[in-house]
Antibody
Framework: QVQLQESGPGLVKPSETLSLSCTVS????????WSWIRQTPGRGLEWIGY???????NYNPSLKSRVTISVDMSTNHVSLKLTSVSAADTAVYFC?????????????????WGRGTLVTVSS | QSVLTQPPSVSAAPGQRVTISCSGS???????ISWYQQVPGTAPKLLIY???KRPSGIPDRFSGSKSGTSATLAITGLQTGDEADYFC???????????FGGGTNLAVL
């Protein structure tokens, strides 16, 4: 059974860098695509980006200049870094696995999610 | 203006059938649609992918379809446990980004 667990600071100061980690258990991160998604009451769900099983990344154009998603194969972690944060980046952040079936990966289908972690941007 | 538009809320009685719409432009709706169920305080759960397919473990009470510029999630035999927020999503290859609808709150009265 694949499980994901997000971790990281719950409070980040404006203009600083938000750093989150997603621990993947029950599966190797080298065999799937992994995404980060955030949710706010006002803006709903927002896709941040993904990293493929081959290490290719793809980011939401609106966040692309500030986002980096990476993996650590040795620890089976997926990481998210978001620079120059502001109050607008306050959200619950989820890591999720992209659904795959056969040889296909769905960019908009996420079949395993972490519980999410609330990050508040405030001084 | 959202790329995918959903009604804010729908309601129906237990045992009834309800539909939730997700509309977008011609170009956006050419792509496949996914649907999610989210109970408050929990992560979204994948119900439908590739517009009408169900992942393993999702009951056939949930079905997806698409016609023109609108996709639809139908739920039959409504149960109180179906009360949740429902989101549609799509991948737009032209923009290389995933878009989510604003969500629809389902009340089972």
């Amino acid at each position: 059974q694949v499980q994901l667990q997000e971790s990281g600071p719950g409070l980040v100061k404006p203009s600083e860098t938000l750093s989150l980690s997603c621990t993947v258990s029950g599966a190797s991160i080298s065999t799937s695509y992994w995404s980060w998604i955030r949710q706010t009451p006002g803006r709903g769900l927002e896709w941040i980006g993904y990293i493929s099983d081959g290490g290719t990344t793809n980011y939401n154009p609106s966040l692309k200049s500030r986002v980096t998603i990476s993996v650590d194969m040795s620890t089976n972690h997926v990481s998210l870094k978001l620079t120059s944060v502001s109050a607008a980046d306050t959200a619950v952040y989820f890591c999720a696995r992209n659904f795959d079936y056969g040889a296909s990966v769905w960019h908009d289908a996420f079949d395993v999610w972490g519980r999410g972690t609330l990050v508040t941007v405030s001084s | 203006q959202s790329v995918l538009t959903q009604p804010p809320s729908v309601s129906a009685a237990p045992g009834q059938r309800v539909t939730i719409s997700c509309s977008g432009s011609n170009s956006v709706m050419r792509n496949d649609i996914s649907w999610y169920q989210q109970v408050p305080g929990t992560a979204p759960k994948l119900l439908i992918y590739d517009t009408y397919k169900r992942p393993s473990g999702i009951p056939d009470r949930f079905s997806g379809s698409k016609s023109g510029t609108s996709a639809t999630l139908a739920i039959t035999g409504l149960q109180t446990g179906d009360e949740a927020d429902y989101f549609c999503a799509t991948w737009d290859p032209n923009v290389q980004s995933v878009f989510f609808g604003g969500g629809t709150n389902l009340a089972v009265l």
